[in-house]
Structure formats: structure tokens, C-alpha cells
């Protein structure tokens, strides 16, 4: 919500969280507009896993935007 409430809504995430020997691993893929990014994360339970994908994506992100014509 966080990353939404400053850069404006998104147009589609798709998270994934899966279980994995010892750990989860998420998969976090982001469409907006024409652009599309992907992180892979894993943690020891399915929240920190998620919230390490999202820390990763979340520049990837903010620099994309910054890129559209306005």
C-alpha cells in the first residue's frame, strides 16, 4: 500500500509465495502500463520473504516511473 500511495497505483501484482526447504520463497512480478519488473526473495516465514521482494522491487519501480512522459 505504501509503495502505491506514493507513486500512484499499479496496474497489476502478481505475489507468489511458495514454501522452500527450511524457508519461503516469494515471487513478486509487477505490470504497469507497459512496463514489467520481477523479484525473487526468500525468509524464514512467508511475511519476511514478501517484504524482501518488495524492498527489492520498490526502486526498480520508483525509477520507472520516473522514465514516463508526463
Not at 499499479?10 to 507468489?16: A, E, G, H, N, T
Not at 509487477?30 to 524492498?55: E, N, P
Not at 520508483?62 to 512522459?69: N, Q
Request: net charge negative.
Amino acid at each position: 500500500m505504501r509503495i502505491e500511495r506514493e507513486l500512484g497505483d499499479i496496474d497489476r501484482w502478481i505475489v507468489l509465495v511458495m514454501p522452500a526447504v527450511g524457508c519461503f520463497q516469494t515471487t513478486v512480478t509487477v505490470h504497469d502500463a507497459d512496463y514489467t519488473t520481477k523479484a525473487v526473495a526468500t525468509g524464514f516465514d512467508a511475511a519476511l520473504s514478501i517484504w524482501d521482494a518488495m524492498c527489492r522491487l520498490e526502486q526498480d519501480l520508483r525509477e520507472a516511473r520516473s522514465r514516463r512522459p508526463r
